[in-house]
C-alpha cells in the first residue's frame, strides 16, 4: 500500500516536472508575446523597455539617413562610420543595460533583431571595400526586408 503511493507521489512529481519545464521552455523559445487585432505579435514589455526599443528603431532610421546622405556626397568612410554605430556594438550595449529585454523577445524576433546588427557591420566592411555604388545599394535594399519583415510581424503593447 505504501509504496503504491510514492509511485503515484513519483508520477504526480514527474508529469509537473515536465508541465513545468514545458512551460519554462514555451516562454523562453516564443517569449511573452500575444497576436493584436492587426494579426501582428505583440510583444509584452514594459513602458521603459518599450521606449527603451523605440529609441533604438529611432537610432536605425537615423543611421539609415546618414549612410544615403554619406553616399551621395561621396564620402564612404562616414557612411561606413554611419552605419558601424548601430552595428553589433550596439547590441552589447543593449545587453549590458536591458538584458531583460533580450529575453522577453519571442526567438524568431531576437534573430532577425541580431542579423540586422551584423549586417550593419558587413554593409560598412562593404562600404570601405571597392564595392561599387551599386553593389552598396543593393547590400542597403537587402539589409532593409529585415526592417520590413519585423515591423509587419511584431509590434510593441
Ligand atoms: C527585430 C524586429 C525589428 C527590426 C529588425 C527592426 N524594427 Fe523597427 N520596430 C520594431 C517594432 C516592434 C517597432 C514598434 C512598432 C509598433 O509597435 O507598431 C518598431 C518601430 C520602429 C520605428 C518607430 C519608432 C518610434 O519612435 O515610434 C522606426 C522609425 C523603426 N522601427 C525603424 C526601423 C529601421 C530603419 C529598421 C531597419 C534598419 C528597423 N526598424 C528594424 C521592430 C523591429
Redesign the pocket.
Known sequence: MKRNHYRTATVILAVLWIVSAGTLFYFLYFGVARTGSDG?Q??SVTEGEKQF???E??Q??S??QQIHMHMGNGDRESAARAAES?GMNMVDELAAVEGTILLK?PAP??K??L??HSE?DNLARTIRSDASEQRIQKEIGE??T??V???A?????
Do not use: E, N, S
Open positions: 501582428r505583440i510583444v526599443l523605440l529609441q528603431m529611432r536605425l532610421l543611421a539609415m548601430v523577445l524576433m531576437k532577425l533583431g542579423g540586422t550593419f539589409l532593409m529585415r526592417c519583415a519585423c515591423h510581424a511584431y509590434r510593441l503593447p
